[in-house]
């Protein structure tokens, strides 16, 4: 694995989004104490190994509610290099994962929404089983806080055992022959089990035997039932086929004798049918000659008819113009009247124009002046409202004029105060120092009690655990004394600098207040500014206003003379609009009274043309009288001959159907022969004796195969049940067998399992042998080459203690001196980063504490010689890394804010 950059916002001292790059082989993060240099290891670890040496919240800059962290990092998958972006945040729950397209250059989104979910993601990336390993790998071997780099070899052998055996997975054989603990017991149980179900198994297969001979009777007993139903099945077969030959033939005789019926009917029913047709013959031939005796006075009456209906045309012609000549005589009689009515409204209409043209003009005056009274009257009210809105802006300026004073006062009072008041920054930064002071007291104060305790258990003339010479009596005491003293000192002023801190605290708190006010003062300035504008609009308008009254009212005063000369015009005004309304009403008058004239000329001519078209039908009417009288002399001779008429033309049917009837009841007396002699002939060919006796065989042994098929059926069900106790019983067998088998297994399984478990608990002390003799071998070369001292020699020891040889003379963890801690910490860390580290990175923060120049520049060629690790990143106050490393990045902190100044 690679990280290209770590991003921050609002993390710790880091506000605005801050991008730290980071590339391979062993860059350099450099700064002075708190400017932020752990931060970044920090945020590594929280986002890719959920992994924070405290709460979330601190994580947070103050003030912020949340922050941000984003890890890009790039990994060899089995489809090439992938790059992908983590992110989490602070103070809130914000989790993601994005891939990179590289083809079409974007951030493609993985779904990952929730912690569980990138815990997940992460663990599969970096082959690990859950997040407990995550952080563990992250705190006990990539990313090892400054606390616990020397901390952890330093602890007792109890405490060492628990850190390194988990972290070089030594416990997990421990783990192992705690879980197998049960197994073997648990087998023998199930062994005991298994025997039980052997024993029910074999009582239950004993009737075996039994059930298969029943099976095999029942079997038999079912084959010679189905060979006598085979038999009887054979016999009732040839007596059916006979039976069916005597039944066609039966079946025969009744079908012709139904046809013979059925041809008795029919010559009965043709004989029937012609005596009708004869009788119908006789009526056909009588109608004809009654046709024959009224044909004159038929044809007669036919053309009497013809002429009634066309004399009653001309009739019916003459009554509508009768009609037509009734209704024009009507329409002249309304026209007249209407003739009268308009030479009225005529007279009116010249009367109105004239009182038009006489009050036009003092209408006009009246409309002139009602218009001009209605905008007076509106500009009255604009005054009284201009009036109301002069009153509401002297309340406004009046409210801006306070508001404008209020702001006034504060900001002289705010300036006051700053003025008085030490800047909060300053004492923020004073603070931060004392604090960083009593940090350092507290880490000397805790490094005398450590050197004061080994001075107090160590025996007089062994080595001494601060100089390595030979410890004498007066000596032990003189360093106890001094070191005692330089406690009674630190606590002293570690007391001091705290009163101190509580009193930069509480003065503090009052700059800070201070300084809140005073950070709003550029936007108490900006109000003041927009007050004063709004009090010079404020005053502009009223000024606009007032002068807008004062035109208004020079036009107002004019009003009531206007009302005065409108109210004596107002008679005129209404005479003119009563005769604009007669005019309006009679307009059309005069045009209407022509065309009414002209409409009674039309009428009068209309009623001359009808009187002479009727006169043109002359005696029409005695015509159809006459005509009449004809009609009724030759109507009966008429009536005759319809009623004939319809038989008579049937009398050439009737004839052909009396033939018809003749010849077909000739065909059935023959057809009655022919069916009489076949008739005869099936009945000398059907044997009713034999008949009856077949149909009593075929019961017979229709009641033989049924009663020899139940019997089967019967046995038939009891050889399935029996055949299925059988199936049963045989599975149980195989079962039992099986069990058997099982048994063997679970014995050998039972020796196995005590003997995996004897020895798997074993092993675990001698993996922690082998793993910490090849990592102890490593850790010994980088030590001699970060020391420069080919006779000093490292040992790792299976309790995970340090010691150090130096001519024969051997030193544990707790006695080296500083720089040799740090070199023999060192050296057993990337040992172990190298050993059980696959993804390639690591972090060291403040490796060189108490390593002079040489050692420093030692560290460095090791750590590029690490062929293990792709990127390691040291984290230092030490510039003199700069020169030393393949790229470094600087960190600065000003203002309370850490920020990248140089990469």
Request: aromatic share 4%.
């Amino acid at each position: 694995m690679k990280i290209i950059d770590v991003t921050l916002e609002n993390i710790k001292s880091y506000e605005d989004r801050t991008t730290i790059s980071l590339r391979g082989g062993v860059t350099a993060i450099l700064g002075k104490n708190g400017s932020g240099k752990s931060t970044i290891q920090e945020a590594i670890g929280f986002a890719l190994f959920d992994s924070l040496p405290f709460n979330n919240k601190e994580f947070v800059r103050e003030g912020a509610s949340s922050g941000t962290v984003e890890v890009t990092i790039e990994l060899d998958e089995a489809d090439g290099l992938q790059r992908y972006r983590v992110t989490r945040s602070a103070g809130y729950s914000k989790y993601g994962v994005a891939r990179y397209d590289g083809e079409r250059d974007e951030w493609i989104d993985q779904d990952i929404d929730s912690k569980k979910a990138l815990m997940k993601w992460l663990c599969a990336r970096f082959d690990l089983k859950d997040s407990d390993e995550l952080g563990n790998l992250w705190e006990s071997c990539i990313g090892v806080p400054q606390t616990r780099f020397l901390s952890d070899f330093a602890q007792r052998p109890a405490a060492r055992k628990s850190t390194f055996d988990e972290l070089l997975n030594i416990d997990a054989y421990e783990e192992s022959w705690s879980t197998l603990k049960g197994v073997p017991d648990q087998i023998k149980a199930e062994r005991g089990q298994v025997r039980e179900e052997i024993r029910e198994l074999t009582g239950e297969v004993q009737s075996l035997p039994e059930e298969r001979e029943d099976r095999a009777r029942l079997e038999a007993e079912i084959d010679e039932l189905s060979a006598e139903i085979s038999s009887a099945e054979a016999e009732l077969t040839k007596a059916e086929d006979r039976y069916e030959e005597l039944e066609a033939i039966e079946g025969r005789i009744a079908e012709i004798e139904g046809d013979i019926e059925q041809n008795e009917q029919a010559i009965e029913a043709k004989e029937s049918a012609l005596e009708v047709a004869e009788t119908e013959l006789k009526t056909a031939r009588e109608a004809e000659r009654k046709c024959e005796e009224a044909r004159e006075g038929y044809e007669e009456y036919r053309d009497a008819k013809a002429q009634q209906e066309a004399l009653e045309e001309q009739i019916d012609e003459l009554e509508k113009l009768r009609t037509e000549q009734q209704e024009q005589e009507a329409e002249l009689g309304k026209l007249e009247i209407r003739q009268e009515a308009l030479e009225e409204q005529v007279k009116k209409h010249e009367v109105a124009r004239e009182n038009l043209e006489e009050y036009e003009a003092q209408k006009d005056r009246y409309e002139e002046l009602e218009d001009r009274i209605s905008e007076l009257e509106a500009d009255q009210k604009t005054v009284e409202r201009l009036e109301g809105e002069i009153s509401d802006l002297d309340s406004d300026a009046r409210d801006t004029l306070t508001e404008l004073r209020e702001e006034v006062e504060i900001i002289e009072e705010v300036e006051a105060e700053a003025a008085k008041v030490v800047d909060a920054a300053d004492l923020r930064e004073e603070i931060g120092e004392i604090k960083a002071e009593i940090a350092s007291l507290n880490a000397e104060e805790t490094d005398l009690k450590e050197k004061l305790e080994q001075l107090e258990d160590a025996e007089v003339d062994a080595p001494c655990p601060t100089c390595g010479k030979s410890l004498k009596a007066d000596h032990r005491t003189d360093l106890i004394e001094e070191r005692e003293a330089r406690i009674e000192e630190i606590q002293s002023q570690q007391e001091a600098l705290a009163q101190e801190i509580s009193e930069l605290e509480a003065e503090l708190s009052e700059a800070e207040k201070v300084e809140k006010r005073v950070s709003k003062l550029d936007m108490r300035r900006n109000q003041v500014s927009e007050l004063q504008d709004d009090l010079r609009e404020l005053n502009g308008e009223r000024n606009e206003t007032r002068e807008r009254i004062v035109s208004l009212r020079e036009a107002i005063d004019e009003l009531p003379g206007l009302q005065e000369e409108r109210d004596s015009l107002e008679d005129a005004n209404d005479a003119y609009y009563t005769a604009k309304a007669q005019v309006d009403e009679y307009a059309d008058a005069p045009s209407e009274l022509g065309e009414v004239e002209e409409s009674i000329e039309s009428v009068d001519a209309e009623i001359e043309r009808l009187d002479e078209e009727i006169d043109e039908f002359g005696d029409v009417e005695d015509e159809l009288e006459a005509v009449k009288e004809t009609l009724s002399e030759t109507e009966e001779a008429y009536q005759q001959f319809e009623r004939n008429k319809q038989a008579a033309e049937k009398l050439e049917e009737r004839q052909a159907a009396v033939a018809e009837i003749e010849e077909t009841l000739e065909s059935l007396n023959d057809e009655g022969e022919d069916l009489s002699d076949k008739l005869e002939a099936e009945n000398e060919a059907f044997d009713t004796d034999e008949y009856e006796t077949l149909g009593e065989q075929i019961a017979d042994y229709n009641k033989q195969i049924n009663t020899l098929s139940g019997q089967r059926s019967e046995k038939e069900k009891t050889l399935e049940n029996v055949s299925a106790t059988v199936e049963k019983l045989e599975g149980k067998l195989e079962e039992r067998k099986q069990e058997f088998e099982r048994l063997r297994e679970l014995a050998a399984d039972q020796k196995f399992a005590s003997w995996v478990r004897d020895n798997v608990r074993a092993a675990g002390p001698k993996m922690r042998n082998v793993i910490t003799d090849r990592i102890g071998k490593r850790a010994d070369a980088i030590f001699r080459s970060i020391r420069g001292e080919k006779a000093e020699q490292l040992e790792w020891t299976s309790d995970y203690d340090i010691v150090v040889t130096d001519a024969d003379v051997q030193k544990s963890f707790s006695t080296l001196s500083g720089g040799e801690k740090m070199a023999a910490a060192l050296a057993v860390r990337l040992a172990i980063l190298e050993q059980i580290s696959g993804l390639g990175i690591a972090f060291l923060d403040e490796p060189t504490a108490n390593l002079d120049q040489d050692k420093k520049a030692n560290l460095v060629g090791q750590l590029n010689r690490l062929d293990a690790f792709e990127q390691l990143t040291v984290i230092s106050h030490d510039s003199t890394f700069d020169s030393m490393t393949d790229y470094s990045i600087t960190i600065e902190k000003t203002s309370q804010t850490s920020e990248v100044m140089s990469d």
